[in-house]
């Protein structure tokens, strides 16, 4: 890449995207403009970012550098977003910017950024081991050259699904909001081993390495989900026994319910 990249925000999740392009030098420090809102975030990245990439203040008059980048990764929390005033150099220049903002509608993003193209990328808290899922949906004006550029982005921390905005919100449901889900059904099931006499750190081992054993065979292997059930539920055996416990709770359609509800709450939002 050539020219440089601003991020707006440069949080968690941006850093998560942003790092492993550094590491891989598919963009140098210095091609890298940064802005964050408090002088507390500005010193901890100047003293702690291992690498020296430009990062600038929001109230500075160098935040006009960041704002001159021809593709802009827009990572402030949604209700900061307000805050925001946008700065266009060039108004005849297309600038693009690549929000990564939960529930914010690409038509919202065209009305707060008039002088840009506007991009919606949908990704998940397992980008920062670098196995994130992004959905992308493009707005009417994102040439070729400019999705590739933007796609490559992603592509070093997530697999990248491109989608239409009416998808998205079950997107980030299933993808954003589920790892709450997981890590919620993995704390439960080692609270089972407690209860069960192992103690809580070995119970939470085993069941995490449960759970990748599980995802591994499914996902190398044709056996299916429900075959996968069959195969561990005898006549009158164990698996039967636990899982008509969670048939007589409900277990499937509070899961279901759970995935709509976050989907519905992503609409109101946008
Ligand atoms: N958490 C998730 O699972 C997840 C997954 C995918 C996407 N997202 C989305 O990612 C976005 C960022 O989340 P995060 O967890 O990375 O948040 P974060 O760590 O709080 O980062 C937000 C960044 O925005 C900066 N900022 C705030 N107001 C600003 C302003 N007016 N101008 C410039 N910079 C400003 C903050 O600076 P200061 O630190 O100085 O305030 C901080 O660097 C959210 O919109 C969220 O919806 C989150």
Same mark, same amino acid.
């Given at each position: ?83 925001? @005033? ?10 693009? @910017? ?7 509608? /690409? ?36 040439? $070729? ?8 982005? #992603? ?13 998205? $919100? ?10 709450? @889900?997981?890590?919620? @059904?993995? $704390? ?39 075959? /996968? ?39 109101? #939002?946008?």
């Amino acid at each position: 890449m050539s020219d440089k990249l601003g991020i707006i925000g440069f949080g968690n999740i941006a850093k998560a995207i942003i790092t492993p392009l550094l590491e891989k030098n598919f963009i140098n420090p210095d091609q890298v403009y940064c802005l964050v809102k408090s002088r507390k975030s500005f010193d901890n990245l100047i003293n702690s970012y291992p690498y020296k990439i430009n990062i600038f203040l929001a109230n500075s008059t160098e935040s006009k550098l960041v704002w001159d980048s021809p593709i802009k990764i827009l990572s402030v929390k949604p209700q900061q977003l307000e805050d925001l @005033i946008e700065i266009s150099a060039n108004k005849n220049q297309s600038n693009t @910017i690549v929000s990564i903002l939960a529930g914010v509608s /690409l038509n919202k993003l065209e009305k707060k950024f008039p002088n840009h193209n506007c991009v919606r990328a949908v990704t998940n808290i397992p980008i920062l081991v670098r196995q994130g899922l992004t959905g992308i949906t493009w707005g009417s004006k994102i040439d $070729d050259v400019k999705k590739i550029f933007i796609k490559k982005i #992603f592509q070093n921390s997530s697999k990248i699904y491109e989608m239409p905005e009416d998808y998205l $919100d079950i997107f980030l449901s299933l993808t954003s909001s589920a790892p709450a @889900i997981v890590a919620l @059904i993995i $704390d439960s099931l080692s609270d089972g081993g407690l209860s069960g006499g192992l103690n809580k750190k070995l119970s939470e081992e085993l069941v995490i390495e449960m759970i990748l054993g599980t995802i591994l065979l499914l996902k190398e292997t044709n056996i299916g989900t429900s075959e /996968l059930r069959n195969m561990v539920t005898s006549p009158g055996g164990t698996t039967i026994s636990a899982l008509n416990v969670l048939e007589n709770k409900s277990f499937r359609s509070a899961l279901i319910e759970s995935i709509l509800a976050a989907r519905n709450k992503s609409k109101e #939002f946008s």
